[in-house]
């Protein structure tokens, strides 16, 4: 089982960047399959960063080459730095983790097995 508390979410200005942190708890972290997702108001729930146990990262194309994701799995956290942030970024994040043994994608939310409960992001111009 593993634990999952997102941080770092607020207002930012359009251009602007923020890091979101996800501070896992519980045992065997860096054997999990880690991603975000988001969910927009009135919008279906995102699936747009992921890392792999052996830190192979896959990314939507709405955030490639703006968005970074990372872990530290001596400290067992997550990281999601994002940079030239637009409206269309706005929306509730989540950390996400997965400890079975099937493919790790983006595309299957429902394959994640433990979920924090988000950290809302805000961009305005």
């Known amino acids: 089982q593993v634990q999952l508390t997102e941080s770092g979410g607020g207002p930012v200005e359009v251009g602007g960047s923020l890091r979101l942190t996800c501070a896992a708890s519980?045992?065997?972290?860096?054997?999990?399959?880690m991603g975000w997702f988001r969910r927009a108001a009135g919008k279906k729930r995102e699936g747009i960063a992921l890392?792999?146990?052996?830190?192979?990262?896959n990314y939507a194309d709405a955030v490639k080459g703006r968005f970074t994701i990372s872990r530290d799995n001596t400290q067992k956290t997550l990281s999601l730095q994002m940079n030239s942030l637009t409206p269309e970024d706005t929306a509730q994040y989540y950390c996400?983790?997965?400890?079975?043994?099937?493919?790790?994608?983006?595309?299957?939310?429902?394959?994640?097995?433990?979920w924090g409960r988000g950290t809302q992001v805000t961009v305005s111009s």
């Open positions: 890392i792999e146990s052996d830190g192979v990262t």
């Open positions: 519980g045992q065997r972290y860096e054997n999990y399959c």
């Open positions: 996400a983790a997965y400890g079975g043994g099937a493919l790790c994608t983006l595309d299957r939310p429902g394959l994640f097995d433990h």
